[in-house]
């Protein structure tokens, strides 16, 4: 008998007072009763640590699995970092499984405090999402421990399900109507409207470079008027096609002028957007003051953000109302969380990063986070194909615009090596290709 069934033997009652939820007596006694539960069970460590790639959808997803000296016991953590994959598995592998190996399974913050200073520098994608693997499937063990779903960890529910905002798009105004109204059908009030991809490339005709030949031909142009131009047509066309009441988003995508950004947010006000996000690059933050004194449109800000250095300035002095950080470019869920308590003092609401470069165990850390915090704002999804609901079996579920995680203990999410192992990276590394305006600078992406 393992310290689990111990735990489902001690029963849900007992396993709540065990963790100290309810008291109902000292917690020498609660020490002792667990104590004796476990009584001559070792304490319970890491035994080993991997890094696991797939891409059944032909992104490339990074979770990590810890295992544990309870056969049969592990975790499961995302660390998916799509533009530079290989470069966190070996982060994984040569240097967080070695330094993790033997240690206590139980505590998080220890292990987490201590991982993150074990490079001296730190704060960067890479170490970041190798720690947020470890992290989260320290999570998902406990979860698994206390025979709980992690969200009741984390306080319980604030909600009985996920909010979620779905992407809709098209290279012209019928079509995103269309797509629109497709979404509203399929339940979703919160919709994320594109023209074309970031900075609507498609409508950029001049490429001077290219006829001078500068940069590479895989280099695509993006123009900034045009862009802007679409963008307010398309707010305009399709509140008038879709009415007053559904929610619209919109991604900048940092990839205008800030003074740009300023202006076109200016622009989408009377179309009443639920918010507009990046319309900064990380590197422009400074921007956000003379935006805030300008508009009051909703705005969103932080998928590219690694250091606490980008966001709790932004989130103390109320500069925006959504933190979008992409929960393993931070450093994990122990991480996420304390952004979101930061926020509540300060009424910035979450709206994590959730798109299809966020593996299933990913998108459920998202959830139970967003179940379990007040200041919930909304959450991105994708649909997982049958093919990764083959590789990761537990992947939440959305019904009308809701997503659901599975309830059970720990994330819900298990992989399947075997499966994962089909589906190796694309042949491309997986950089961004280069974007540049029309005389050929570069754009951030
Ligand atoms: C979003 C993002 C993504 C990113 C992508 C980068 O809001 O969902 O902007 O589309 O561009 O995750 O790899
Ligand atoms: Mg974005």
Redesign the pocket.
């Known amino acids: 008998m393992n310290r689990r069934d111990m735990v489902k033997g001690v029963g849900f009652g007992a396993a709540v007072g065990v963790l100290g939820f309810l008291r109902p007596t000292t917690d020498t006694a609660v020490a002792q009763t667990y104590s004796k539960a476990t009584q001559g069970l070792p304490p319970l460590k890491i035994t080993n640590i991997k890094a696991i790639l797939t891409a059944p959808e032909r992104i490339r997803l990074c979770v990590v699995k810890v295992e544990t000296s309870e056969p049969g016991l592990y975790g499961l953590g995302c660390a998916t970092f799509?533009?530079r994959p290989l470069t966190v598995v070996a982060a994984v592998n040569e240097y967080l499984a070695p330094f993790a190996k033997g240690r206590d399974v139980d505590n998080i913050e220890d292990l987490w405090q201590n991982a993150y200073t074990s490079s001296y520098w730190r704060n960067g994608p890479v170490l970041n999402n190798a720690l947020s693997g470890l992290d989260q499937a320290l999570w998902d063990i406990k979860g698994k421990r206390a025979n709980m779903p992690v969200y009741q960890l984390l306080g319980g529910k604030c909600r009985f399900a996920v909010d979620c905002y779905t992407h809709c798009g098209g290279n012209d105004l019928k079509g995103i109507e269309e797509s629109v109204k497709k979404a509203m059908e399929r339940g979703f009030r919160h919709i994320r409207i594109q023209c074309g991809g970031?900075g609507s490339p498609h409508l950029s005709k001049k490429a001077d470079y290219k006829d001078a030949g500068f940069g590479a031909p895989v280099d695509s142009p993006m123009a900034v008027r045009p862009y802007i131009e679409a963008t307010v047509e398309m707010f305009e066309h399709v509140r008038s096609a879709c009415g007053k009441e559904v929610e619209l988003l919109h991604?900048i995508?940092e990839r205008i002028p800030p003074i740009e950004a300023i202006n076109l947010c200016k622009r989408l006000e009377p179309y009443h957007p639920f918010f507009i996000?990046?319309p900064f690059a990380p590197e422009d933050i400074g921007y956000f003051k003379m935006l805030r004194q300008q508009t009051s449109v909703p705005i969103a800000m932080g998928?590219l953000f690694n250091s606490p250095h980008e966001w709790v300035g932004l989130i103390s002095e109320r500069l925006i109302d959504f933190i979008r950080v992409h929960i393993s470019q931070v450093g994990g869920l122990s991480v996420a969380r304390k952004i979101a308590t930061l926020g509540e003092w300060f009424n910035v609401r979450s709206a994590w990063?959730g798109?299809g470069?966020v593996s299933p165990v990913g998108h459920a850390a998202n959830a139970h986070l967003d179940l379990a915090i007040w200041n919930f704002g909304i959450q991105?999804s994708v649909s997982f194909s049958d093919k990764t609901q083959e590789v990761f079996p537990g992947c939440p579920t959305i019904e009308n615009g809701y997503m659901h995680i599975h309830e059970a203990p720990g994330f819900g999410v298990d992989l399947n090596e075997e499966l994962a192992a089909k589906y190796p990276l694309p042949a491309n590394p997986g950089y961004w290709d280069p974007v540049r305006r029309p005389d050929g600078t570069a754009v951030r992406p």
Do not use: L, M
Request: cysteine-free; overall charge negative; aromatic content about 8%.
């Open positions: 799509n533009q970031y991604d995508h996000e990046d998928e990063h798109p470069d991105e």
